[in-house]
């Protein structure tokens, strides 16, 4: 990138409370009346998204992720629940007098303007000085890497360009909060991936909340400090990425972000604060109990492991953690990795992922019986089911 | 073969539409043309003599008509603007599932013959008419009152008949909008009248340009308003080429009229064309 000069961040005396989230949702809810029937969007969410941060909103569509980041914005007020910034109540506040700007997810650029007079738009509604709003133009034009392109309308840039002066546009004004409302859903994959990394970089460079509405969950795991994933107008799971994508909270969260394995079976006995479920013949999976889950003997777990944390072995190993004897269905390889399909006696089919970094030929072929075998840890109970 | 018939596939299906322009346009362009230029009588028959007289003879007679013409079509056009945009921006916008019906009741009235329009208005507006005879009745206006014979009369009709080639090119405009670029404003600390300034006003520009095109042209040119709502004293070019053409038998002069306005319409447009940017007519035009 070129050498830029960041822009500052947002001043902090400024702020209505130091000590208060960028943003606060407190039991929100939107409903809708169509035809007569309530339907409800989005049904309590509780959220505390800290200054700085990089916050996702994850879930199919339809979760309510959109109408929960259009209450932040301003454009829809919820029917119950209290919205802050900074600690301030802005329910009720119209969207232009809330200092949180938007990037939209088909950039929704003023085509009848410059790139500079798209850019300047929210300065000179708040009456800047043209001083200041050509060097903060300029500025924000240097980071976002469009400097010389001022004079271009929109319908002359690229799509990945017409990204980057939404994102300008927003961060021009340098809001309390950013939010992005699936802002890559309409590139490539490559450029997607650059500006993935671009996006990154922009938020560290001006230090402002991201709020960033995802249905990819490759991308909310990339970039995102925490993510809540969303279904059916409520919270699912909050947390860092890692913590969502190993130990997915419910079969929601498992089955959307990435590819999971889900074994049931009856605990035989508690060991400390792992249970022990036998699993087919000579089988056995180790799972560490949850504190907010206890389990007894008898009772029934569910079970997810992700792929690549399984290691397929065609003879049981004499080790602790989780065995289970299994049937290869299908092999696919992949380039840098292998993927197995297996069956497993209780009719469970299992994905396991095996790098191809040391071996070079596959360990199975189809139809071959193999044991698979991970460590306690990487199991995670979602539920006594 | 077949490459043959691809290369030619673009003009046989251009050839019907050509052909009628052909025949039905050009040819009666070129033959009024030749007219225009031309002296003689109904009786003794029309020569050719490059006669350019019958355009300055026609400015001399006829001049204060024309610009008569000019006047009421820019008022009518005026009009048409200021009660089309709030009608069209109130159905693009909050007509919500009703558009549609919203749009045929404003062209419901077009399925009435124009001529009959306008005498159902000469009927309302005449003297004891409904309108002004009660209120004359009640003193609230003075006998000698009147509407029609009027320039303003004859601007209102035109302003009533061609309101819907106003309509709906804005219509079309704001229409096209995407509302998220209107939301987008509204995020950027934009008040409602800033959001219509900054963003709603030039975007449906295009369909003010068009609409202009689509009523100022035969507004101008129009006779019937003037005929039927305007008397003796309000004469439209218009109604002079009729009477010429029809009642005198003038062909050459009311064809070098006719060239006249077409050519100063022409200009007009076209300047006004450039005054707003070429682009955005062309755009508008291409709607």
Redesign the interface.
């Known amino acids: 990138m070129t050498d830029t000069t960041p822009v500052p961040v947002r001043d902090d005396p400024g702020r209505a409370d130091p000590a208060a989230p960028a943003i606060e949702l407190d039991g929100v809810r939107k409903t809708y009346h169509s035809h007569g029937d309530t339907v409800a969007a989005v049904r309590g969410v509780d959220l505390s998204i800290a200054p700085g941060e990089f916050f996702s909103l994850l879930g199919p569509s339809g979760c309510g992720k959109t109408t929960t980041m259009r209450m932040i914005?301003?454009?829809e007020e919820p029917t119950a629940g209290r919205v802050r910034l900074d600690g301030r109540d802005v329910t009720g506040v119209?969207?232009?007098?809330r200092d949180v700007?938007?990037v939209?997810?088909?950039y929704?650029?003023?085509?009848?303007m410059s790139v500079f007079d798209n850019v300047a738009?929210?300065l000179r509604?708040?009456g800047v000085a043209k001083g200041e709003i050509k060097a903060r133009v300029g500025d924000i034009l240097g980071i976002v890497d469009l400097a010389g392109r001022e004079k271009r309308r929109p319908g002359e840039l690229s799509g990945g360009q017409q990204q980057r002066v939404a994102l300008a546009?927003?961060l021009v004004?340098r809001p309390r909060a950013l939010l992005l409302d699936e802002p890559l859903g309409a590139l490539d994959l490559k450029l997607r991936q650059a500006m993935q990394v671009e996006l990154k970089r922009i938020q560290r460079e001006v230090g402002i909340t991201f709020v960033y509405v995802t249905h990819d969950q490759g991308e909310a795991l990339t970039m995102s400090d925490r993510i809540a994933v969303m279904n059916d107008g409520g919270v699912e799971q909050l947390g860092t990425p890692r913590e969502i994508y190993e130990r997915p909270a419910t079969k929601f969260v498992a089955g959307f972000i990435g590819t999971s394995n889900l074994l049931s079976g009856e605990v035989g006995g508690v060991d400390g604060a792992q249970a022990v479920i036998s699993y087919g013949d000579d089988g056995r999976i180790v799972v560490p109990l949850r504190e907010d889950r206890p389990a007894a003997a008898g009772d029934r777990l569910e079970v997810t492991v992700r792929p690549e944390k399984i290691e397929l072995l065609t003879e049981r190993p004499d080790r602790p953690g989780s065995l289970v004897r299994a049937t290869v269905a299908e092999v696919v390889y992949l380039g840098t990795s292998t993927s197995y399909l297996v069956t497993t006696p209780g009719g469970a089919e299992v994905t396991v992922f095996q790098q191809n970094a040391t071996n070079a030929d596959d360990l199975a072929a189809r139809g071959d019986q193999v044991w698979l075998a991970w460590e306690a840890r990487h199991s995670y109970a979602i539920g006594t089911a | 073969m077949r490459r043959l018939r691809g290369a030619l596939a673009p003009y046989l299906l251009v050839l019907p539409g050509g052909l009628w322009l052909a025949v039905f346009f050009v040819v009666p362009m070129v033959y009024m043309a030749s007219v225009s230029l031309m002296t003689g009588n109904i009786i003794d028959g029309f020569t050719m003599t490059w006669h350019w007289r019958n355009y300055t003879d026609g400015l001399d007679v006829y001049g204060d008509k024309l610009v008569r013409s000019l006047w009421y079509g820019g008022l009518a056009t005026l009009a048409c603007i200021a009660l089309a945009y709030p009608a069209a921006y109130w159905i693009a916008f909050k007509g919500g599932r009703h558009k549609s019906t919203w749009l045929f009741l404003l062209l419901l009235p077009f399925f009435v013959s124009f001529v009959l329009r306008t005498v159902a208005w000469k009927l309302v507006l005449t003297d004891e008419g409904p309108v002004l005879g009660p209120l004359k009745g009640w003193g609230l206006l003075p006998d000698g009152f009147h509407v029609l014979d009027s320039g303003f009369a004859v601007v209102s009709g035109l302003t009533y008949n061609f309101l819907p080639f106003m309509i709906l090119p804005i219509y079309v405009a704001l229409e096209r909008i995407?509302y998220?670029?209107i939301?987008?404003?509204?995020?950027?600390?934009?008040?409602r009248l800033?959001v219509f300034r900054?963003?709603v006003l030039?975007?449906s520009l295009p369909g003010v340009f068009a609409g202009v095109i689509m009523t100022f042209v035969p507004v101008s040119s129009d006779y019937v308003n003037a005929e039927v709502l305007g008397g003796p004293g309000n004469t439209m070019i218009g109604n002079v080429v009729q009477t010429e053409y029809f009642d005198n038998s003038s062909y050459a002069l009311a064809s070098a009229l006719s060239f006249t306005l077409m050519a100063i319409l022409l200009v007009g447009i076209f300047a006004y064309a450039r005054a707003l940017g070429t682009k955005d007519v062309l755009e508008a035009a291409g709607r």
């Open positions: 914005a301003g454009f119209p969207a232009n007098k700007n938007m939209f997810q088909s929704a650029l003023f085509p009848h738009f929210g509604r708040k546009r927003a004004n | 995407d998220r670029v939301e987008a404003a509204y995020d950027l600390y934009a008040g800033a900054r963003v030039p975007l």
